[in-house]
């Protein structure tokens, strides 16, 4: 079991606005930037987000945010090239260690 | 640009270490802003964790792994290795070496992965 918890599946039409989630505790979320991490066809993960930064290269259509101990990447204006596997992580200073959460898997109709 | 580029052995014998290097290039493993490390994906599973080292050698390992895994770093190379001893089937997975922020041990940038099958 994942130390971060994100839906397993979430689904949006070309052009609509979605947003992923991904809620810890106050040990990782709560105390640390989260990191959101793209998987294409289970290819290498690409970072589309850490903390509110975007990457060089990251359509700005891809946003950051967190409330507490949630943490939540939205797409505005959803696009077919955005469906993917897509992860959080951040650092667990119980557990002095990185956690990821499980994945969620966006599918694009 | 920086670029992390894993290399090593893709297939072990069970009981037998796992060894991998990754080279850095487009930039110094001796920055002192972020953190360098593995995370693997088995076959149809998520992502996790290995260990993480900074330049000056410190090191955090994931509490299931730590009794088996040694991360270390050669500062002139610009590389850094794992070594995953006394390996089974289920240390099979696709093992990727990153660089994390210091701040949030989020990973920026990601090498392009390296299949290990543990197999006799």
């Known amino acids: 079991q994942s130390a971060l918890t994100q839906e397993a599946s979430v689904s949006g039409t070309v052009g609509q606005k979605v947003t992923l989630s991904c809620t810890g505790n106050s040990n990782n979320i709560g105390s640390y930037a989260v990191g959101w991490y793209q998987q294409i066809s289970h290819g290498a993960p690409k970072t589309v987000m850490f903390g509110n930064s975007l990457p060089s290269g990251i359509p700005d259509r891809f946003s950051g945010s967190k409330s507490g101990t949630t943490a939540s990447l939205t797409i505005s204006g959803l696009q077919p090239e955005d469906e993917a596997d897509y992860f959080c992580s951040t650092w667990d200073y119980s557990l002095s260690a990185v956690v990821f959460g499980g994945g969620t898997k966006l599918t694009v109709l | 640009q920086l670029q992390l580029q894993e290399s090593g052995p893709g297939l072990v014998k069970p009981s037998e270490t796992l060894s991998l290097t990754c080279t850095v290039s487009?930039?110094?493993?001796?920055?002192?802003?972020?953190?360098w490390g593995w995370v693997r994906q088995p076959p149809g599973k998520g992502l996790e964790w290995v260990g993480s080292i900074y330049y000056s050698g410190s090191t955090y390992y994931n509490p299931s792994l730590k009794s088996r895994v040694t991360i270390s770093v050669d500062t002139s190379k610009n590389q850094f290795s794992l070594k995953l001893n006394s390996v089974t089937a289920a240390d099979t997975a696709v093992y990727y070496c990153?660089?994390?922020?210091?701040?949030?041990?989020?990973?920026?940038?990601w090498g392009q992965g390296t299949l290990v099958t543990v197999s006799s």
């Open positions: 990153a660089r994390l922020l210091y701040s949030s041990r989020s990973v920026d940038y």
């Open positions: 487009g930039g110094s493993i001796s920055s002192s802003s972020y953190y």
